[in-house]
């Protein structure tokens, strides 16, 4: 089995470099585009300069969230399976790109917030579910890990960061600076991952 889940458990930090390195890159691309201030989705809008970047890098990062859900497959089934659902709105999230007619930088903060589509709306509620499905999954693993031989300090570790996801995802909703809660928030998403890939056998 350990055998089995070697290259997902390897795939999984992979794919998380991956995701943080090309928002590096789209956001160096981007005149004014500021990390603490604007929106990652904002790399792979519609308007932004090499947009190709931002959609790669959230294509890449349900990846992540893939391999992850087939490691910890069946230690913890429920988040595994709560893991796979993050994946669907991921890639919707990647499909249904922002529209910043204006470029990247800025867009959808204060004082510029743009005019939204269906598109905007299908984008929006797709990371609202991927945020509020990732928390749960952070619960559930908590739960199903504490039962787990050596694994109640991960679990420990998933209880914490539930609500600390939460938080930072309420943080991130809106106001002139999203930019840095919404970091911090995937942080802790995607450093769990990488911990649970390495964490759980």
């Not at 990846?63 to 230690?75: E, T």
Request: proline fraction near 5%.
């Amino acid at each position: 089995m350990g055998t089995a889940k070697g290259w997902p458990r390897r795939l999984v930090p992979v794919a998380v470099v991956g995701f943080w390195g090309l928002v590096l890159l789209a956001g160096w691309v981007n005149p004014g585009y500021r990390l603490t201030r604007d929106y990652i989705s904002a790399l792979a809008s519609r308007g932004a300069d090499q947009a190709w970047l931002g959609v790669a890098a959230l294509v890449v990062l349900p990846l992540a969230h893939l391999a992850a859900a087939y490691v910890i497959w069946p230690r913890a089934r429920w988040a595994a399976g709560g893991l796979a659902l993050t994946v669907v709105a991921g890639l919707l999230v990647a499909a249904d790109r922002i529209s910043c007619p204006g470029g990247a930088a800025g867009c959808s903060t204060v004082p510029r917030v743009r005019a939204t589509d269906w598109m905007d709306a299908v984008h929006g509620r797709s990371v609202a579910a991927y945020g509020a499905i990732m928390v749960l999954v952070l619960v559930l693993a908590a739960v199903e890990l504490w039962r787990q031989p050596g694994l109640h300090r991960f679990a420990l570790v998933s209880a914490v960061l539930a609500p600390v996801s939460g938080a930072l995802l309420i943080a991130s909703a809106g106001g002139a600076h999203p930019g840095g809660p919404q970091r911090l928030w995937l942080l802790v998403n995607t450093g769990w991952l990488v911990g649970a890939a390495r964490v759980v056998r």
